[in-house]
């Protein structure tokens, strides 16, 4: 690619692509609402909010390729989610289609199932069972998405991300984390494969405990290496077991089940 944009880089995700992308374009295009490091050698670092339409289609311009990492990333009162992740994705769908349809590496969520019980194996065709208003907006995203590649043929990775940390923090994460290597290979795969179409993939490593049938990676040739079961003492160790019948037992989504509606 010549330039792959990337939302979201102030973020820990974004930080991390941009440490370590710099070989799939020749210009990294970075971007997010918040203040960013100045750009580097063959990077262009532009402060955009997408909720403003005509700032998204300039910043989408020449760009061969998005690895959106932006929005909000967790629970917060709805207006910020409407705007990052309602009306954002909205702004970001219509600036590809307007600018030869770059394909899209869009980071959604493992909170679009969160309310799925732990005993419950699922694949990506499993109705949405979102446990908050960010599941929510991820659901919308991922229908966004399938839309436009229905209407338009735009290509997108819908990526469900479970918990991507350097080694997991918890014992749910044990089920969900993708380690940092993991997430990077997957989007060389997501930029890389000839043919992409608008699959849905969790985004987890080949940990030995885990909730979702991670097949459809296949399709684009990726297969994570890391495995959670290395950290397993280190975590136990750390932290009592929980009740079987608190959140991060039961569900899915862990502690986004129990979160209120925030005003």
């Not at 990492?69 to 909205?90: D, F, H, M």
């Not at 000839?194 to 990726?222: E, F, R, Y």
């Amino acid at each position: 690619m010549k330039r792959l944009l990337i939302t979201g880089a102030a973020g820990n995700l974004g930080k991390l692509a941009r440490a370590r992308l710099g070989h799939l374009a020749d210009v990294l295009r970075l971007s997010d609402i918040s203040e960013m490091a100045p750009a580097g050698a063959n990077e262009e670092v532009v402060q955009c909010d997408l909720s403003d339409e005509a700032a998204v289609m300039e910043l989408v311009k020449d760009c061969d390729g998005i690895l959106h990492l932006g929005g909000v990333s967790v629970e917060r009162e709805w207006k910020l989610i409407e705007a990052g992740n309602i009306t954002g994705v909205y702004n970001l769908y219509e600036a590809a289609r307007a600018h030869g349809m770059p394909r899209i590496f869009f980071a959604t969520s493992n909170h679009t199932i969160g309310f799925y019980r732990q005993d419950q194996v699922i694949d990506t065709t499993a109705p949405m069972k979102p446990d908050g208003l960010y599941g929510v907006s991820k659901c919308f995203g991922e229908a966004m998405a399938s839309l436009y590649h229905s209407k338009f043929g735009q290509e997108t990775a819908l990526i469900r991300i479970g918990s991507c940390f350097e080694k997991p923090r918890d014992r749910r994460m044990m089920a969900t984390w993708m380690s940092p290597d993991d997430f990077i290979s997957l989007i060389e795969c997501v930029f890389r494969v000839p043919m992409l179409g608008c699959p849905v993939i969790w985004g987890v490593s080949d940990n030995d405990v885990g909730w979702w049938d991670t097949s459809s990676a296949k399709q684009i040739g990726w297969r994570p290496k890391d495995n959670s079961e290395v950290y397993r003492a280190e975590i136990e160790a750390a932290s009592d077991c929980p009740d079987a019948d608190a959140p991060q037992s039961m569900y899915h989504g862990g502690l986004f089940t129990a979160e209120p509606i925030h005003k």
